[in-house]
């Protein structure tokens, strides 16, 4: 049963109660029976459900009829209704006590119960319909045999004429907003004159009070009225004579975080009102519990929806993503110069992921606390009806003067991956580090993504970038085969070894094509003579190869799950004459456009024109990265970025934004 209440009786006077369907009314026989009492037996109106329960806690149904049955202190009797009562006090008990003498009872205890249908509920069962009388409904259960409620933070904003998300204020201002909330009804069913005397009250606790918002329509008109959240903690529901149902639509304000576990507890109580000088009573409280459905990024292996760029000066390369865009069947949206004002880098201002709850999905916007000349883009422009927004702001005194940790180019996720038995079914969230440098990403950001649960972070290494950023030597792209994808790493090794390989094969004085280096592009032995540059790629290498273990070990990967993509890498500040390898004093940067810096559109890849040496005609970088991808059916499309991106320290990747399809798989049947 949900929950038990004994009643004590009385040989005195009649005793009145009620009883709340699905509960268990204990009978207290024991406490009215009179000296010399051996048994009892027991009489009960059609409707009632009596038993009795042993020592050994088996229960028994029991006659009403001409039975007795000793009183033994291990005794104890039982009650439940199977329906509400048409009147007060309309289903009766009568016990009898017996002594040894006589058959003719010495006392009796007369009871009178009004029974009373109370319950809240919600979509425990996350079928996208409430869950009516559901047992274990004031707990959260992960995973596919799990129970528990969902809620979405209500970030999106329906009504375009308002001037901030739905969830920021506390008007319906669209009925449209009214799907993205979860429904939580209260169902009261019993004689209208029990509730006139109770007091019927939903209520949340003042540590949730800014989580969650509340609406009711309470007749069924186009009136909402806000009862719960932003200051209000309860709300005295008004129940008219024969209303059953009390519909109550729920919205999240708050996404987990640091300081919020995402769970969120409803009560409806029945209370005794109170007499003058006396506080009033709760009779009985139903509970509920919703968890706020957590902010989810998508990896390269989702299918593209939308595919962002900014033009800025920068026509030839917004051609090529479109045509790449329209390849891959995606929407092309461009960011045009009087929104950017020449901050082309749109990967770094923002994050597409998106929200779920059995009801609803939409995607939501992750603004990036970098602020530069984008950053009212994802707020004005994104932001809209069924696209939700999230914002993380540090303040000043925790990143006087900022971070470019703080970009999203430094925000990746793998797909899906099995680490030693533990299921990741949507991926893990990969963040740059600084060890031990300052300014490392905003504390503020990190919490909130280590929050969301469901996407376990791993922290890598950036220090040894200029930049700093995850995507200058990484990538997924997806791969037709049992493991979905194949993780890219940028490779010093890899390009020397490419290197050696055309000189062995007679192309020593190939050359990147004119204007790319100067006026005298270095060849490829010059490239393999320089001393220097073999050194410094060593100290990247090893970088790299650090995180390669840690990818290796956190993401469950094999050698053959990892491909290797030819990257030389230079410092970006001036190194002095006496440079040793160990004692960096400088950071690196891409030697030639960064090739893992791509943009992936399904099997349709925007990889950086990496302008390598030529052979017979063909870019010999080019045509290494063809033989690597192409048989995972891979279509490699290399776009010209090295005058609008890569001479400014980024590439395609860094310059374009992908909204991909959500998972197929439902966060809530994860176990994290």
Same mark, same amino acid.
Not at 195 to 213: E, M, N, P, R, Y
Not at 246 to 256: A, C, D, K, N, T
Not at 353 to 361: F, V
């Given at each position: 049963m949900a929950n038990q209440r004994c009643i004590q009786l009385s040989t005195e006077k009649v005793t009145s109660t009620f009883y709340i369907l699905g509960t268990e009314l204990c009978l207290d026989i024991h406490g009215a029976a009179p000296k010399g009492v051996t048994s009892f037996g027991i009489w009960a109106t059609p409707g009632l459900n009596i038993y009795k329960i042993e020592g050994d806690m088996t229960k028994s149904n029991i006659n009403c009829h001409d039975s007795k049955w000793p009183l033994h202190q291990t005794v104890k009797v039982g009650a439940t209704m199977d329906a509400p009562s048409d009147h007060v006090d309309d289903k009766k008990i009568r016990v009898s006590y017996y002594d040894d #003498?006589?058959?003719?009872?010495?006392?009796?205890?007369?009871?009178? *119960?009004?029974?009373? $249908?109370?319950? =809240?509920?919600?979509?425990?069962?996350?079928?996208?319909?409430?869950?009516?009388?559901?047992?274990?409904?004031? @707990?959260?259960?992960?995973?596919?045999?799990?129970?528990?409620?969902?809620?979405?933070?209500?970030?999106?904003?329906?009504?375009?004429?308002?001037?901030? +998300?739905?969830?920021?204020?506390?008007?319906?201002?669209?009925?449209?907003?009214?799907?993205?909330?979860?429904?939580?009804?209260?169902?009261?069913?019993?004689?209208?004159? /029990?509730?006139?005397?109770?007091?019927?009250? =939903?209520? #949340?606790? !003042?540590?949730?009070?800014?989580?969650?918002?509340?609406?009711?329509?309470?007749?069924?008109?186009?009136?909402?009225?806000? %009862?719960?959240?932003?200051?209000?903690?309860?709300?005295? %529901?008004?129940?008219?004579?024969?209303?059953?149902?009390? *519909?109550?639509?729920? $919205?999240?304000?708050?996404?987990?975080?640091?300081?919020?576990?995402?769970?969120?507890?409803?009560?409806?109580?029945?209370?005794?009102?109170?007499? !003058?000088?006396?506080?009033?009573?709760?009779?009985?409280?139903?509970?509920?519990?919703?968890?706020? /459905?957590?902010? #989810?990024?998508?990896?390269?292996?989702?299918?593209?929806?939308?595919?962002?760029?900014?033009?800025?000066?920068?026509?030839?390369?917004?051609?090529?993503?479109?045509?790449?865009?329209? !390849?891959?069947?995606?929407?092309? *949206?461009?960011?045009?110069?009087? +929104?950017?004002?020449?901050?082309?880098?749109? @990967?770094?201002?923002?994050?597409?992921?998106? *929200? @779920?709850?059995?009801?609803?999905?939409?995607?939501?916007?992750?603004?990036?606390?970098?602020?530069?000349?984008?950053?009212?883009?994802?707020?004005?422009?994104?932001?809209?009806?069924?696209?939700?927004?999230? !914002?993380? +702001?540090?303040?000043?005194?925790?990143? /006087?003067?900022?971070?470019?940790?703080?970009?999203?180019?430094?925000? +990746?996720?793998?797909?899906?991956?099995?680490?030693?038995?533990? $299921?990741?079914?949507?991926?893990?969230? =990969?963040?740059?580090?600084?060890?031990?440098?300052?300014?490392?990403m905003s504390k503020l950001v990190k919490d909130f993504l280590y929050a969301q649960i469901v996407q376990s972070s791993i922290e890598l290494y950036t220090d040894w970038l200029f930049v700093g950023h995850v995507d200058e030597f990484l990538t997924f792209v997806p791969a037709p085969d049992q493991k979905g994808f194949r993780l890219l790493l940028a490779s010093p090794r890899a390009c020397f070894k490419l290197l050696e390989k055309k000189e062995k094969e007679g192309h020593g004085k190939a050359r990147r094509p004119e204007g790319i280096e100067g006026p005298q592009p270095r060849s490829i032995s010059e490239i393999l003579a320089d001393r220097f540059l073999h050194e410094w790629n060593e100290h990247c290498q090893k970088c790299i190869n650090w995180n390669r273990t840690i990818l290796q070990e956190q993401l469950g990967l094999a050698e053959e799950d990892i491909i290797e993509i030819p990257q030389l890498f230079h410092p970006y500040l001036k190194l002095p004459k006496n440079f040793a390898p160990g004692v960096i004093k400088a950071s690196a940067e891409a030697y030639f456009p960064d090739m893992v810096n791509m943009i992936v559109l399904g099997k349709h890849l925007g990889i950086p024109k990496p302008f390598g040496p030529i052979i017979d005609g063909q870019c010999c970088l080019e045509k290494e990265v063809q033989r690597l991808l192409e048989p995972l059916g891979l279509s490699c499309n290399f776009i010209d970025d090295y005058g609008t991106y890569y001479m400014c320290h980024g590439d395609v990747h860094c310059g374009t934004n992908v909204r991909r399809k959500p998972f197929s798989f439902k966060w809530w049947n994860m176990k994290p």
């Open positions: #003498i006589s058959n003719i009872p010495i006392a009796k205890a007369v009871l009178h *119960i009004t029974c009373i $249908e109370m319950s =809240l509920d919600a979509d425990i069962n996350r079928s996208g319909t409430v869950t009516k009388g559901g047992k274990q409904k004031d @707990q959260w259960k992960w995973g596919p045999d799990g129970k528990g409620a969902i809620l979405l933070v209500n970030c999106d904003r329906d009504n375009c004429t308002a001037k901030e +998300e739905d969830n920021k204020d506390t008007k319906l201002m669209s009925m449209q907003d009214i799907g993205d909330m979860s429904h939580m009804i209260l169902t009261t069913q019993g004689p209208n004159e /029990a509730f006139a005397k109770w007091q019927l009250t =939903l209520h #949340i606790s !003042k540590a949730d009070c800014d989580k969650v918002g509340v609406f009711y329509n309470k007749d069924r008109k186009r009136d909402y009225e806000h %009862v719960l959240g932003s200051g209000k903690i309860s709300y005295h %529901v008004k129940r008219n004579p024969g209303q059953v149902e009390s *519909i109550f639509y729920v $919205e999240g304000l708050q996404f987990p975080d640091v300081d919020f576990s995402g769970l969120v507890t409803f009560y409806a109580s029945l209370l005794d009102p109170a007499k !003058k000088g006396v506080p009033e009573t709760s009779i009985f409280m139903d509970s509920l519990i919703f968890r706020v /459905a957590p902010w #989810i990024m998508t990896p390269n292996t989702l299918q593209p929806v939308s595919v962002y760029v900014c033009s800025y000066d920068n026509k030839d390369f917004v051609e090529n993503i479109r045509k790449l865009a329209t !390849k891959a069947g995606c929407k092309f *949206i461009i960011c045009p110069e009087e +929104e950017n004002r020449g901050d082309v880098w749109i @990967q770094d201002e923002m994050e597409f992921g998106y *929200i @779920q709850a059995p009801h609803k999905t939409f995607p939501v916007v992750f603004d990036s606390p970098r602020n530069g000349d984008l950053k009212d883009f994802p707020f004005k422009e994104v932001l809209g009806p069924d696209f939700g927004y999230v !914002k993380r +702001e540090p303040s000043s005194d925790e990143h /006087a003067g900022g971070s470019s940790l703080d970009s999203f180019g430094n925000l +990746e996720v793998s797909p899906p991956v099995n680490v030693k038995g533990k $299921e990741y079914p949507l991926g893990r969230i =990969l963040i740059g580090s600084r060890f031990p440098r300052n300014n490392p």
